[in-house]
């Protein structure tokens, strides 16, 4: 665990009279705990810029048309989809609007 934080954690635990105070080695101590991290340069093959690799040439896509739709006569005839449930119409009140709809108070953005 030398190059880790762990070292200075474990050292401390062990031995409390370690110098606190900045010193020329503490910079190279920090520098150790540091590493450049360098990759190597990607190089670009012939494939990587062959677009029928790419392209839509795998997939050949048909325009879809749809034909249009008949309404045939058993369509229109409402005893073919007749319900044996009767559907109640609901109506609805109408909507009244109340003071504390419009006073700023209840929505103010301020704090």
């Known amino acids: 665990i030398g190059n880790s934080s762990f070292n200075g ?45 790419f392209g839509n040439s795998f997939f050949q896509m048909a325009d879809e048309t749809e034909e249009p739709l008949e309404c045939e006569e058993w369509m229109m005839n409402e005893n073919n989809f ?8 609901t109506v609805e009140e109408p909507l009244e609007l109340e003071n504390w ?6 929505f103010s953005t301020t704090k």
């Open 9 to 53: 954690i474990a050292l401390a635990m062990v031995d409390n009279t370690l110098n606190t105070s900045p010193s020329s080695n503490d910079a190279e101590t920090l520098a150790a705990y540091f590493e450049v991290d360098t990759e190597e340069t990607l190089e670009t093959e012939e494939w990587m810029t062959d677009e029928s690799y």
């Open 101 to 106: 709809m419009t006073d700023e108070d209840y």
């Open 82 to 89: 007749a319900v044996s449930i009767p559907i109640e119409e």
